[in-house]
C-alpha cells in the first residue's frame, strides 16, 4: 500500500503562484511515475503533468505548459508541483497520483492517490 498526501494548495490571484507538494509513504517502487490531475466543477478530472521516476522525463498538459513545473525528490519520496502565471482556470482540485508506468494519461491508469488540495485562482 502506498499513501500520498498533498498539500500546499490555497487561495491565490491571477497571475500569483503556488507549490504543491506530495508526500509519499508506504512500499515503495524503483520504476513508476507520479502525475499531478486536477479537476474543476462540472468537469473530468485530467492530467496536469507527469513525470518518470527511471530517467526524469516529464510530461505537460499544454494549457499548463512553460507555467507548471512539476518535480521529484525520490529520497524523500517526495513529488512538486511548481506553478506560476495562474489562470481562473487553474481553479480546480489537484490530486497527486501514481502509475506503474509512464505515459499513462487516464485516471484509470493510476494506482494510488491523495485525498487532493482544491487550487483556487481569483481574477
Known amino acids: 500500500q502506498v499513501q500520498l498526501v498533498e498539500s500546499g494548495g490555497g487561495l491565490v490571484q491571477a497571475g500569483g503562484s503556488l507549490r504543491l507538494s506530495c508526500a509519499a509513504s508506504?512500499?515503495?517502487?524503483?520504476?513508476?511515475?507520479m502525475g499531478w490531475f486536477r479537476q474543476a466543477p462540472g468537469k473530468e478530472r485530467e492530467l496536469v503533468t507527469c513525470?518518470?521516476?527511471?530517467?526524469?522525463?516529464?510530461w505537460y498538459r499544454g494549457s499548463v505548459k512553460g507555467r507548471f513545473t512539476i518535480s521529484s525528490d525520490s529520497a524523500k519520496n517526495m513529488v512538486y508541483l511548481n506553478m506560476n502565471s495562474l489562470k481562473p482556470e487553474d481553479t480546480a482540485h489537484y490530486y497527486c497520483?501514481?502509475?506503474?508506468?509512464?505515459?499513462?494519461?487516464?485516471?484509470?491508469?493510476?494506482?494510488?492517490w491523495g485525498q487532493g488540495t482544491q487550487v483556487t485562482v481569483s481574477s
Open positions: 497520483a501514481r502509475s506503474r508506468w509512464f505515459g499513462a494519461t487516464t485516471e484509470l491508469d493510476y494506482d494510488y
Open positions: 508506504g512500499r515503495t517502487f524503483s520504476s513508476y511515475a
Open positions: 513525470i518518470s521516476s527511471t530517467d526524469g522525463r516529464t
